[in-house]
């Protein structure tokens, strides 16, 4: 199952497992884009076990009522790819439940489809769950004073973005210790010449394109850790980069937390959660 995946790197990845004869669950939120991403995969891959899902992953209750579906299908799941993020614009924007956008999908959202998928997850094969973050989260250290950016003086997305990335590798690393039948990793794809670069970083963007990974280059690693029997043969909770292990923090970068503040952010995202 992969969110986020009718373009970018979850396209590239659902199709680089579809070509494979994998069983793809692809999760989108528009369903135009999600029906033309589901026809065009089934037609690259030769494949027709591929299935599409709608679901906005910046609404708490549309993520229980679908994992509650899910799990009363019968399907099985051996693998959950948390792609999907937003990176927003020039102001801070809060959803209808009154939750920050980019707080809401990049960092609730992904630990309430994991909670709510973990049982049927910790009944597959080799069960594995990949979170897909950010380079951008060396740079910032783990803040729990701030999770939906209201203490800002002026909303930057960039930093709202990478803190949220940084709080996914951390729950990656937490969620290993917790639910020891499932491999947890997280990873950075590298800077590839995504549609969500070319929006959401135009000024990056220009002066990168030239030297960007294509987007199946940024996926390669993804579907490595989704399929590889070496994947699994590191420890669970790391933090990869072109197939390797590589450390979260950049020397002397002072972005480290205590095990008390990561569990605390686990906490955090619990209490959140029941109110929905």
């Not at 995969?41 to 549309?62: A, T, V």
């Not at 794809?189 to 995504?194: E, I, K, Q, R, Y």
């Amino acid at each position: 199952m992969i969110t986020g995946a009718n373009s970018g790197i979850g396209r590239a990845t659902a199709l680089a497992i579809a070509k494979k004869g994998g069983i793809v669950h692809i999760v989108c939120r528009n369903q135009e884009r999600g029906e033309a991403a589901l026809k065009a995969l089934k037609e690259e891959s030769g494949n027709e076990n591929i299935y599409l899902h709608l679901l906005d992953l910046s609404k708490p209750r549309e993520i229980k009522s679908f994992g509650e579906n899910f799990k009363n299908s019968g399907r099985s799941l051996n693998v959950l790819i948390n792609n999907a993020g937003v990176l927003g614009g020039d102001k801070r924007e809060v959803t209808e439940d009154g939750l920050e956008t980019t707080f809401a999908t990049n960092t609730l959202g992904v630990h309430m489809l994991t909670q709510e998928l973990l049982p049927v997850l910790e009944n597959g094969e080799d069960p594995r769950v990949i979170i897909v973050s950010s380079g951008g989260m060396l740079v910032q250290k783990l803040d729990l004073s701030d999770l939906q950016f209201e203490k800002m003086s002026k909303f930057d997305a960039t930093i709202a973005y990478a803190q949220t990335k940084r709080q996914e590798v951390v729950m990656a690393s937490v969620y290993a210790k917790m639910y020891p039948k499932v491999h947890f990793s997280s990873m950075h794809p590298g800077w590839a010449d995504t549609q969500g670069v070319q929006t959401s970083l135009p000024g990056f963007y220009n002066k990168m394109k030239d030297r960007l990974r294509t987007e199946d280059e940024g996926a390669d690693t993804v579907v490595w850790l989704a399929i590889s029997p070496a994947a699994v043969k590191y420890e669970s909770g790391l933090f990869f980069q072109d197939r390797k292990p590589v450390p979260a923090h950049l020397p002397l970068a002072w972005t480290k937390s205590s095990s008390e503040e990561e569990t605390k952010l686990i906490d955090l995202l619990n209490d959140v959660s029941k109110k929905f």
